[in-house]
T-cell receptor
Framework: SAVISQKPSRDICQRGTSLTIQCQVD?????MFWYRQQPGQSLTLIAT?????????ESGFVIDKFPISRPNLTFSTLTVSNMSPEDSSIYLC?????????FGQGTRLTVV | RKEVEQDPGPFNVPEGATVAFNCTYS??????FFWYRQDCRKEPKLLMS???SGNEDGRFTAQLNRASQYISLLIRDSKLSDSATYLC?????????FGAGTQVVVTP
């Protein structure tokens, strides 16, 4: 199993600012995943973060908007840059151990 | 068309009753299937994997129908604590695809 500590748990931010979300895993993992979950919708993969290389972004997500760091095998950050109200969502980090996905507690972001 | 589709519900279920719901997936090459449970304002957690032969875990039974490309979840003897959103998750070539979830509300 894996235990992920994600913070902040929630934030209210002004449009145009940036927020960095952190995830710390209790074990070393090759890949970490960042998802967005909008109300009533499915989790959408933003990017996959590998240690030592640039993150791989899914269609519709770009590095300038969602820069990711992966300095080591237990930690990653996602930044939501130049925020607009459309970025209001829940952001989740995730790792896979065996076939099971484990998630951080989520960051509930509101942009005003 | 979405990769994974679920009836959003809510399914209002009297305590002790049985509820069942399905999830359809579009990629016939999908390799593995799961049901996750997500409580309000919490992260998703694995409920059970779904095997071709069908599998049971206590009051929960999961089935996979590859020919029709759907999986199902059945909850017997519903408890109040079963109230949650159930996410269908499909693994296609190493990438997880999530349904939007089926909300189940168990009432006294």
């Amino acid at each position: 199993s894996a235990v992920i500590s994600q913070k902040p748990s929630r934030d209210i931010c002004q449009r145009g600012t940036s927020l960095t979300i952190q995830c710390q895993v209790d074990s070393q993992v090759t890949m970490m995943f960042w998802y967005r979950q909008q109300p009533g919708q499915s989790l959408t993969l933003i990017a996959t973060a590998n240690q030592g290389s640039e993150a791989t972004y899914e269609s519709g997500f770009v590095i300038d908007k969602f820069p990711i760091s992966r300095p080591n095998l237990t930690f990653s950050t996602l930044t939501v840059s130049n925020m607009s109200p459309e970025d209001s969502s829940i952001y989740l980090c995730s790792v896979e151990v065996g076939f099971e996905a484990f998630f951080g507690q989520g960051t509930r972001l509101t942009v005003v | 068309r979405k990769e994974v589709e679920q009836d959003p519900g809510p399914f209002n279920v009297p305590e002790g009753a049985t509820v069942a719901f399905n999830c359809t997936y579009s990629n016939s090459a999908s390799q593995s299937f799961f049901w996750y449970r997500q409580d309000c304002r919490k992260e998703p957690k694995l409920l059970m994997s779904v095997y071709s032969s069908g599998n049971e875990d206590g009051r929960f039974t999961a089935q996979l129908n590859r020919a029709s490309q759907y999986i199902s979840l059945l909850i017997r003897d519903s408890k109040l604590s079963d109230s949650a959103t159930y996410l269908c998750v499909v693994n296609s070539w190493g990438k997880l695809q999530f349904g939007a979830g089926t909300q189940v509300v168990v009432t006294p």
